[in-house]
């Protein structure tokens, strides 16, 4: 049986269950998420912030996420695996943004690609090349000098109608599912009940129809953790007492022991002296 989760079977989800979505950038936190049952994984271009230590999702190239996607992809059996399009790979035109949504299909094994903003002529495109399209509206950090820093988008009259009208567009352009960051929970509510395809929020309230959330924000490997995000497990701690324990144990030379180490046989130990010594 085919256990892969499709796009189809996300979709199905909506109104019924709700559909968890996290982040992954290499191939055993990708088997990890994985086995803990999520439904699909993005390889979002957050790694540029909580794995390549920049400022902003900006800098990250396309090939850098096609090699994060290629290693989440030797890990993963089950989930959906979702390719974060990197800033400037889908804006200068449609076919510039085709070329390079299909190296992510191609080349970084994902199933579907997530773009920021209305870019509803690209989606079509995309759609018609039967490359899933996961939209992405509200704060978009590809944005970020646009919209003014880090912000809840959607909290005025026109830019909250502005968000409930791309967001319609994305779907009748054949968008799968929507992503709604940073958004007052009023209106990924409202945009909820008005879609057909399901929403996965990040910072945008109980309402929508899934969650997702970046996987360092949830452990403790991106600080300070957001305020959208809950520390379920400190894994910083565990990485700094396991790096302590280890470090005292070389300096007193309580590791490695003999369980850690390979020895010769006697006989070709004899030989090897034998040998230095005809020297
Ligand atoms: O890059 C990313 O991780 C994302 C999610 C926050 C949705 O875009």
Redesign the pocket.
Known sequence: MNEKITIGKIQAKKGKEPIVAI?AYDAPTGAIVDEAGVDLI?V???AGMVVLGYET?LPVELNTMLTFSQAVARGVKKAHICF?MPFMTYHISIEDGLRNCGRAIKEGCAESV?IEGARVELVRALVECGIPVLG?LGFT?QSIHQLGGYRVVGKMEEEAERLIEDSIALEKAGAYAL?L?TVPEEISEIITKELKIPTIG?GAGRFCDGQ?I?LHDIIGLYKPTPRHARLYRDVHKDILKAVREYSNEVRTKSFPQNENITHLTEEILKKIRESRNKR
């Open positions: 982040t993005l979002g271009d957050s999702t974060d997530k992405h950090p992503v960051e990040i997702i970046v």
